[in-house]
């Protein structure tokens, strides 16, 4: 397994912004008002991000060798639900930034303020989704095994 890149992130999270802020200012001079539900997106992140938390919990003990209910498939099925999150938290951690930088000259209307306190929570929670993610993504590794012999020793051999 290779481990989520950070540096990847960062990018994806800037390519989402760009597109974001593109898309924003083509609508808008188009006269097109954006029909977006950032509030529903704050909630979803929380329970992803708690799901998350609470099957790498599991998995964390299933390594550990704990007794847990977790298989190894079910391990397999979190690690690949926290890369995909830490993707997806990235994505939206760019969208809601250009959210913000779009609405935050119109702070004065009610709609404006709206959309920039909800576009910094929704911020706030996708950067939250991702260490989550990266930190499950941690408890899915599991420790090397000291008595299997390593490729290098058997690539010789």
Do not use: H
């Not at 929380?46 to 003990?61: D, E, F, I, Q, S």
């Not at 119109?106 to 709609?111: E, G, I, K, L, Y």
């Amino acid at each position: 397994m290779k481990r989520t890149s950070i540096l990847s992130l960062v990018a994806v999270a800037a390519v989402a912004a760009l597109a974001g802020w593109l898309v924003l200012t083509l609508l808008e001079r188009l006269g097109y008002m954006v029909p977006i539900s950032p509030w529903f997106t704050l909630v979803f992140l929380v329970a992803v991000g708690g799901w998350l938390v609470w099957k790498g919990r599991a998995v964390r003990k299933l390594a550990a060798g704990e007794r847990t209910s977790m298989t190894s498939l079910g391990a397999a099925q979190v690690l690949g639900a926290a890369k995909a999150s830490a993707v997806t938290g990235s994505i939206l951690t760019g969208i809601s930034g250009s959210l913000l930088v779009t609405y935050a000259p119109r702070w004065a209307s009610p709609f404006g303020q709206n959309m920039v306190v909800s576009a910094a929570m929704v911020a706030v929670a996708s950067l939250a989704l991702v260490v989550v993610a990266l930190i499950v993504e941690r408890w899915c590794e599991i420790p090397p095994d000291d008595d299997a012999p390593s490729t290098a020793q058997t690539a010789g051999a």
